[in-house]
């Protein structure tokens, strides 16, 4: 059941996720910018994946900040330096809270393709260094709700009256909608939340009825309001999610896998990593299998 929007959001900005490599020999589409991340607080990347072995995501560290890796089709086997270790399918999310510090790698289960989408989601001053925690469900144990052709799968937040398990140490919201042909729907989000939409597959109109159709591998970055507004009016299914957030308003440095408050720290971090200390002590000795 939809809510009645008193203020809609708009598309402030649309943007087509563009190919890029990354990992060894993997292709991403990088959902933005660094020069949208200020518009996008408290996310920092998005990527659409596409892996097909022997490419993948070998041994990486991270540190003050969360992951959310959620697959579209095939698998992902992760392994991290503490021993935990699984391959998640088709459906299925892990939610990664890499705190003070994660080695891990994240690579193909099959032949592939094996597609996805992985969030980062920054974390406070006061939660980057907690200790590493995952979160992670099957895709029958995500909770989903359907209404005149549209259904939900809530992953992190509230649609429809139906509530996430999942903990977020940020306030997010991540929703994974599918429109039948003539299908509208109308989403709640927190005023005071920045927000965006990534198009999976199809073609739909946001923000008002006359806006002009977006297709598959866009982002689009929504304005100020209290939710989202969305239509299929083509012949096709439509599948896109919401994600939104609580931004932190915080001072952000980053260099590739660390992201840290400042400078100070950010080098610090480095030198943690290189070092093997202050919650990267297993690095020294862990290599995966």
């Known amino acids: 059941m939809s809510v009645i929007l008193q203020n809609p959001r708009m598309v402030a900005k649309k943007l087509l996720a563009k190919h890029q490599r990354e990992g060894d020999g993997a292709t991403v589409r990088r959902g933005w910018t660094k020069n949208d991340v200020k518009y996008l607080d408290p996310f920092l990347m998005m990527d659409e994946f596409s892996v097909t072995p022997p490419a993948g995501f070998p041994d990486h560290p991270h540190r003050g900040f969360e992951t959310v890796t959620y697959v579209l089709q095939g698998g992902i086997t992760h392994q991290d330096f503490s021993g935990h270790k699984g391959t998640i399918h088709t459906g299925d999310v892990q939610w990664m809270t890499a705190g003070r510090g994660i080695i891990h790698s994240e690579m193909p289960a099959g032949p592939g393709p094996n597609t996805g989408l992985q969030l980062w989601i ?164 862990w290599r995966s299998q």
Not at 176 to 197: K, L, M, Y
């Open 122 to 285: 920054n974390l406070s001053s006061q939660n980057k260094m907690v200790e590493p925690n995952y979160q992670e469900l099957l895709s029958d144990e995500i909770s989903r709700a359907e209404s005149n052709g549209v259904q939900v799968k809530v992953i992190a937040g509230e649609s429809m009256g139906v509530h996430s398990a999942v903990y977020t140490r940020t306030p997010t919201m991540f929703l994974d909608f599918t429109f039948q042909p003539g299908a509208e729907f109308h989403q709640n989000i927190p005023e005071q939340w920045n927000s965006f939409v990534y198009v999976i597959e199809g073609e739909g109109t946001f923000g008002s009825i006359n806006s002009s159709p977006v297709s598959a591998h866009h982002v689009l970055i929504l304005g100020p309001g209290d939710g989202i507004s969305a239509w299929n009016q083509s012949s096709k299914p439509l599948r896109f999610v919401v994600v939104g957030g609580q931004p932190l308003n915080e001072p952000v440095a980053h260099y590739g896998p660390f992201v840290m408050n400042t400078q100070d720290e950010l080098n610090q971090a480095i030198q943690d990593y290189q070092q093997c200390k202050n919650g990267f002590e297993m690095a020294k000795y």
